[in-house]
């Protein structure tokens, strides 16, 4: 039994006549014929009496003219339902604050242009094991992974590019030496860092425990700009993607300070659950950004 058959046998219960509903659905009247006798071999009942050339419903036939109606109707919501959820799609994106501030506004542009009807969320990112735990989970659709790599085995992950990470301070009145650091220098100085968890401050915490080194103070921050402001005004260092400072540096607010300090590598990937299905508006997405990172 499907639906074309029960749209059949309902039109041949109003009209009475094989002929008739033959025209109205485009079928040879063979055709019709063997779907209400497919029908009735399947619900083991005769649904309609021939009495010559004419048919009239038996009783068993009123009784599935009811319930053939609802499942029409129940088929018809559920195609409404399917078709609002897609005109009403959402993407759940999940990044670093510096990617979404510094590098999304530039791919959402295009994508939204494209696709006005897609609602976008973002839900914070900052190691590959959160990515990994939401993609699996599917809260979330596409992830930008910035982190060492890791392997994901779940994961489908295609490299955007190697993070450049470097450390800033206020600018000095003598510019003798402006950017000499040595690393010693830390247990003087103020570290100003992004949230505990976040990957670039997580590797070098990592890389100055093994050197034995510890800052004289460590200040946390939930927002980068916040981090900026301060070092602006000589309230310590970071240690920062170059990216989010890059117009700082050119108008000389900060300066970029070189400790010769060597960190694993940061990448950017994005990725997405291995198995999930890749709706357009994803495919869209996806490639979008990574012909929008080529520029970065």
Wanted: with cysteine; aromatic share 8%.
């Amino acid at each position: 039994m499907d639906i074309k058959q029960l749209q059949t046998f309902l039109t041949a219960s109003e009209t009475l006549s094989f002929t008739q509903t033959a025209q109205l659905h485009d079928y040879a009247q063979s055709t019709i014929t063997a779907q209400i006798k497919s029908l009735e071999e399947e619900l083991g009942v005769v649904l309609f009496e021939r009495l010559g050339k004419r048919i009239t419903l038996t009783l068993e036939g009123k009784r599935l003219q009811q319930y053939a109606q609802k499942m029409l109707d129940l088929d018809m919501e559920m195609k409404k339902a399917m078709l609002n959820e897609q005109e009403q799609a959402v993407l759940k994106i999940g990044a670093q604050e510096s990617q979404c501030v510094y590098r999304l506004p530039s791919i959402l542009q295009p994508f939204q242009k494209s696709h006005p009807q897609v609602k976008i969320i973002f839900k914070p990112v900052h190691t590959t094991e959160i990515a990994k735990d939401l993609l699996q989970s599917g809260n979330l659709d596409v992830a930008f992974i910035t982190d060492i790599y890791r392997e994901t085995p779940m994961l489908h992950r295609e490299r955007l590019l190697q993070e450049q990470l470097i450390f800033v301070s206020a600018p000095t009145d003598d510019n003798e030496g402006e950017n000499v650091f040595s690393l010693q220098e830390l247990s003087k100085e103020t570290m100003l860092l992004t949230e505990s968890g976040c990957s670039y401050r997580n590797q070098l915490e990592i890389e100055l425990q093994q050197e034995g080194l510890h800052p004289y103070q460590m200040i946390e921050f939930a927002s980068i700009e916040a981090i900026k402001q301060c070092v602006m005004a000589g309230l310590g260092i970071s240690f920062l993607p170059k990216m989010v400072v890059e117009k700082e540096l050119e108008n000389g607010s900060l300066k970029e300070l070189d400790p010769s300090l060597s960190l694993v590598p940061i990448f950017t990937d994005i990725a997405w659950h291995k198995d999930k299905h890749i709706q357009p508006y994803l495919s869209d997405f996806i490639k979008i950004s990574q012909e929008r990172y080529k520029t970065f």
